[in-house]
């Protein structure tokens, strides 16, 4: 994600970046559903 350090979505990580991780969580659980069901 442009603006973000490796690791940016776990939040016992230092690059933590909670505004982008929830964009990119949001994403891929949007993903699963639609190719998983």
């Known amino acids: ?5 490796h ?3 776990f939040k ?3 690059s933590y970046d909670e ?3 929830n ?3 949001d994403i ?3 993903l699963y559903k ?3 069901n």
Not at 1 to 5: F, K, L, N, R, V
């Open 23 to 25: 964009k990119v969580w």
């Open 34 to 36: 639609r190719t998983l």
């Open 28 to 30: 891929l659980f949007d």
């Open 1 to 5: 994600h442009p603006g973000t350090e």
């Open 12 to 14: 016992q990580r230092p």
């Open 19 to 21: 505004p982008a991780a």
């Open 7 to 9: 690791g940016f979505c």
